[in-house]
């Protein structure tokens, strides 16, 4: 069974229900966070959200956050350049705010302080920023179907 709550449901409740909720959800999530996370920089924390999750993830986020993680939908990777454009930030410094974010509603949804779902790597083949940002499949794959379906209910 699923169930749908939208932020304007979510406010309805009461605040105990808010908390046996956000409990529950965690439990779940921790339930299904992928144990293979060890990356070779030793993080842990990175973690890969299946559709439920980013459902859960997404309510309230902004649309200028809807438009960064547009970026990884293609290949879970997103340029400066390309994340640059998409908020219509001009700088790095600019979009830090998006990260940190994204970073905070993590931490805050998993309960874990070192929780993550973006990371940077080197790329040696651009000059300018020597790097991408990226995610894991699992939550590439999640971020396209969200996108998807968002745009079957604009249609």
């Not at 200028?64 to 410094?93: H, P, R």
Request: hydrophobic fraction near 30%; include cysteine.
């Amino acid at each position: 069974m699923h169930i749908t709550i939208t932020q304007n449901d979510w406010v309805k409740f009461s605040l105990h229900t808010r908390r046996e909720l956000r409990r529950y959800i965690t439990e779940q999530f921790q339930a299904t966070e992928d144990e293979g996370n060890e990356t070779d920089s030793g993080y842990e924390a990175m973690y890969e959200l299946n559709e439920q999750m980013l459902k859960t993830f997404m309510m309230g986020v902004s649309e200028t956050t809807k438009n960064f993680l547009k970026c990884f939908t293609k290949n879970g990777k997103g340029s400066v350049d390309e994340l640059l454009e998409a908020t219509g930030y001009e700088s790095l410094q600019d979009f830090r705010g998006v990260l940190g974010g994204i970073t905070r509603r993590m931490r805050k949804l998993f309960s874990d302080p070192d929780a993550y779902i973006i990371d940077w790597e080197d790329n040696e083949n651009d000059e300018k920023y020597e790097g991408n940002y990226y995610l894991k499949e699992g939550t590439r794959q999640a971020l396209e179907n969200y996108f998807k379906e968002q745009t079957k209910l604009v249609v």
